[in-house]
């Protein structure tokens, strides 16, 4: 019998899955993929850097965040009742595992299977004559002069170290120059030198042998100290808080007040730290006293305390037969050979499905405007663009061409505040006209309208999206972008720039559903239509795609929905709160995490609607902060030819597939799914680069 809505309290904390656990699995997702054999070796690698700076991004925010919550005693449980402690014991240990595993996946199955391809990391003890003496003079010339080693003693206090560098904690026996015995040193590892050295040809056994910079400091870390005896030196590294803090509502300029933030950021408080394994208890217990953090903070590794250095391997190593094949994103075909980019928008609506078709479109959408003199405007909202954005350098030159430029600027992107910093600067030297939105909301939606004079009239063009304006990440994440020039889109992005610009009372949109206003309601609203659909006998269904959810109300409309009958797909990539298939709450949800070759980004949601589906693109998860915290848009596919493209691409293959598919189980846990007997497999990513892109 279907248990009514009011029959389970869904508010239920077992009903609900830890965010940050959520978080380490999605990590261990990754780094499984680390382990896979048909993915290229060298991209094995890649990924298992990847999950080494998942996790330092983890630590310098989330678990910073709970270390705060604590010190300033706020126990206030979230959804799954766990409060500020009883999390961080139990990221601990679920960190310590992956931790671990990190350095199983490379020590034991990485580093044998790039020596089978000659790929070799040297070790000193591994060193023969000639390498050694190569390396004695490498260290002579390029390492010993920039290295400062510090004595620890009552006139040389322990050092300040910088977040995430790479350090040596030194013990020592005997007397200085000075009569001084210290007993210990810390050496830090210069930031201007690689951290992974390429042996010369001559006196390697290929193209690509490499030692690392710790192993050549270890190896001549006497040299700094003449006279007296090392008797052990250890890498260390510590993570620190890098969330920064401004109070937006007590300042004047928050360009100013974040770039006097900014170099805080690399001497926050510390939140863990990282030595190598055989470092002795008592040198690892001195450490955590002088970062005042405790004994579970501590991470002792096999290797490299910095797995994430491993990327420059991917670079400098020259085999594409170890990497995946190069593909060509294709443009779509209403633009092949197409001249006037506005032209063609009036025709119709143009979908771009990246990586595997082009972000070039967006870039000639924008140049074409900057010398168009019909064009009267340029808006835009930057998130993230990259160094050297081809984008920022067509607004600089529209603006210089006289166009009115209006460029909404989010400083607080995270990790990318100086650089947004520069970009601010440098678009209003050209004359464009620069904010940073709205006070405590990080605008996160992503939007560009051009204003045309067309035959006397005024029409609107407009590119939405669900990624950023990055060039880079267009070709390495999975994103969804609208080229279109529909009357009511283009007046409502015409509102929604007012509204950021400007001040006044919020305008209702046509189309588009917005945070933090509409969109949270219009999402909950279309949840409980399914329902009553279901209830009517009409039949229920949604299909959501999106990288986090973790919103306690949407959750509830969700189990309602389901114990309503209504069937459910959620294709979530990694934080989901959710619990599925518990018995009489969410039997009818199903939620599956898809990895692969790209990153998993665009956020789409589907619901049926009796027969009149309505789909939606947005910059914005199911999570709290993008709800009403953050400027973001939703927008309808209102195409019918575009909107049964968007529900087979971006939905189906994902539903369908069985090769790159993580299934959440009800206890929080992940079963990798694989072909059944018979069955052909499917991968969402290779069906799309089939269908979609050049080669």
């Not at 440098?426 to 939007?447: E, M, N, S």
């Not at 692969?596 to 789909?615: D, I, K, M």
Request: charged letters at 25%; proline letters at 5%.
């Amino acid at each position: 019998m279907m248990q009514t809505m009011t029959d389970t309290d869904l508010s239920n904390p077992e009903y609900y899955l830890n965010r940050e656990l959520s978080l380490l699995a999605f990590n261990q997702r990754v780094l499984e993929l680390a382990k896979q054999e048909d993915i290229p070796l060298l991209e094995r690698l890649r990924f298992l850097c990847i999950s080494s700076t998942n996790l330092d991004e983890f630590f310098e925010i989330r678990v910073a965040g709970l270390k705060q919550q604590l010190a300033l005693g706020v126990n206030t449980p979230g959804p799954d009742g766990l409060s500020a402690a009883e999390q961080l014991a139990r990221i601990s240990q679920s960190a310590h595992d992956l931790v671990d595993d990190q350095y199983r996946t490379f020590n034991e199955i990485l580093v044998p299977a790039l020596a089978r391809q000659d790929i070799r990391f040297v070790r000193r003890t591994q060193w023969n004559r000639e390498q050694a003496a190569w390396v004695k003079d490498f260290c002579s010339r390029e390492l010993l002069p920039v290295l400062s080693p510090l004595g620890l003693d009552p006139a040389h206090p322990f050092p300040r170290i910088l977040n995430k560098s790479l350090n040596f904690i030194v013990t020592l026996e005997g007397k200085d120059a000075f009569g001084r015995e210290s007993r210990m040193a810390v050496v830090q590892a210069p930031r201007s030198l690689p951290r992974l050295v390429r042996l010369p040809r001559e006196i390697a056994q290929g193209d690509n042998d490499f030692v690392f910079l710790s192993s050549i400091l270890h190896a001549h870390v006497g040299e700094l100290f003449q006279g007296m005896k090392v008797t052990g030196c250890y890498q260390f590294r510590l993570t620190r808080n890098s969330d920064l803090f401004v109070h937006e509502e007590e300042i004047d300029d928050l360009l100013m007040a974040l770039e006097g933030e900014l170099p805080q950021r690399n001497y926050g408080e510390a939140v863990r730290l990282e030595v190598a394994d055989n470092c002795p208890a008592k040198v690892a217990d001195f450490l955590l006293r002088q970062f005042k953090l405790q004994p579970e903070d501590l991470y002792q590794v096999n290797g490299l305390v910095n797995l994430n250095r491993l990327m420059a391997v991917h670079e400098m190593v020259d085999r594409s037969d170890l990497k995946h094949p190069p593909f060509v994103a294709a443009l779509p075909p209403s633009l092949t050979g197409a001249s006037d980019i506005f032209h063609t928008i009036r025709r119709g609506d143009i979908l771009l499905h990246h990586p595997y078709q082009s972000f070039l479109p967006v870039l000639e959408f924008l140049r074409q405007a900057a010398r168009d003199p019909d064009v009267l405007a340029i808006k835009q909202t930057l998130y993230r663009t990259g160094e050297r954005s081809q984008l920022v350098e067509t607004l600089i030159q529209a603006a210089q061409a006289g166009k009115e430029v209006t460029v909404i600027i989010e400083l607080r992107a995270r990790f990318d505040e100086e650089a947004n910093i520069q970009l601010a600067n440098r678009l209003q030297d050209a004359g464009a006209h620069v904010t940073y939105g709205v006070v405590g909301y990080k605008t996160h939606a992503k939007l560009l309208m051009v204003v045309r004079r067309e035959k006397g009239q005024i029409r609107r063009y407009v590119h939405l999206g669900t990624g950023n304006y990055h060039a880079g990440t267009a070709r390495a994440y999975t994103d969804l972008g609208l080229l279109t020039a529909d009357r009511g889109v283009g007046e409502d992005v015409h509102k929604i720039f007012q509204q950021l610009t400007g001040l006044g009372k919020v305008s209702k949109l046509r189309k588009l559903l917005q945070s933090p206003f509409t969109l949270h309601s219009g999402m909950m609203e279309r949840i409980e239509r399914e329902i009553e659909h279901a209830q009517a006998g009409r039949g229920g269904r949604i299909i959501a795609r999106m990288n986090s959810l973790i919103e306690p109300r949407i959750i509830q409309a969700l189990y309602r929905a389901s114990q309503a009958g209504v069937r459910i797909d959620l294709v979530v990539r990694g934080i989901c709160s959710l619990r599925p298939g518990v018995p009489g709450v969410s039997e009818n949800i199903h939620v599956r995490s898809v990895m692969g070759r790209f990153l998993e980004h665009s956020r789409v949601f589907y619901f049926h609607n009796a027969g009149s589906p309505e789909v939606f693109l947005s910059s914005a998860d199911w999570m709290p902060r993008n709800f009403f915290r953050r400027v973001e848009t939703a927008f309808p596919m209102d195409n019918p030819e575009l909107q049964q493209r968007v529900i087979e691409e971006s939905l189906c293959y994902y539903v369908e597939d069985n090769t790159q598919t993580w299934v959440l189980q009800p206890d929080g846990s992940y079963r990798r799914i694989q072909p059944q007997e018979g069955e052909p497999p499917r991968s969402a990513q290779a069906r799309l680069l089939e269908k979609l892109s050049a080669s």
